[in-house]
């Protein structure tokens, strides 16, 4: 049996996000080899939204999530955007290069450290590492919230060990739903998984 531990939840982060609590924001969201696009709700001590809680589910020694907030853009599309636009008004200030594209609390964290110079007047490495902000956004996670806050658990008992979830060399034990170890993204798939396995369950019962 595997230990039951949040799933579909949130995480709690090392670094002081608090001036982002409230903010909502549209990002391509990755964790390891898994990604998540969706909206990201900003907490006082993390991060959590429908694609943050899909990732959970796949939560292990990954560290590290980041967050694309420009993803309809490539790096490279995105510095052609922006060229573009410095073109156009040669006397824009970085700060204002991406308003409007990102949230107003967003940008303000991410003008932090940078200049508020006329973007003809900087070093191409400062408008690159500016701009890697938005699409490279990373955050160290220290843990899930608790399993209070969560979906569902991951953990249980493996299905390798029933048998259409009779317990195999204890006749008429069962075991089912979230209490097995299968879990699967938001959706309504926990509750088809509950519904079905007792359906399942029922019928063998029944016989």
Avoid at 7 to 14: R, T
Avoid at 143 to 159: C, D, E, R
Wanted: glycine share 8%; proline share 2%.
């Amino acid at each position: 049996m595997e230990k039951f531990t949040p799933a579909l939840v949130g995480f709690k982060v090392k670094e002081d996000i608090s001036s982002l609590f409230g903010v909502r924001a549209n990002a391509t969201v990755k964790l390891g080899d898994y990604s998540s696009k969706g909206e990201v709700m900003f907490k006082e001590d993390g991060v959590s939204g429908i694609c943050v809680m899909d990732l959970s589910v796949f939560y292990d020694k990954d560290k590290t999530i980041s967050f694309d907030f420009l993803d309809d853009y490539s790096f490279e599309m995105l510095k052609m955007v922006v060229n573009r636009k410095i073109k156009n008004d040669p006397y824009v200030h970085l700060h204002n290069l991406l308003f409007g594209s990102v949230n107003n609390k967003l940008l303000g964290m991410f003008n932090k450290g940078y200049p508020n110079s006329k973007v003809t007047t900087l070093d191409e490495d400062v408008l690159d590492s500016y701009l890697r902000q938005f699409k490279e956004f990373k955050l160290t996670i220290t843990n899930t919230y608790p399993i209070t806050n969560a979906h569902v658990a991951k953990g249980g008992i493996a299905l390798d060990e029933l048998n259409l979830f009779e317990v195999k060399n204890k006749p008429n034990m069962f075991i089912l739903g979230e209490a097995t170890d299968q879990v699967g993204i938001c959706g309504g798939f926990n509750l088809w998984y509950a519904f079905t396995s007792a359906l399942i369950v029922a019928d063998k019962i029944c016989k």
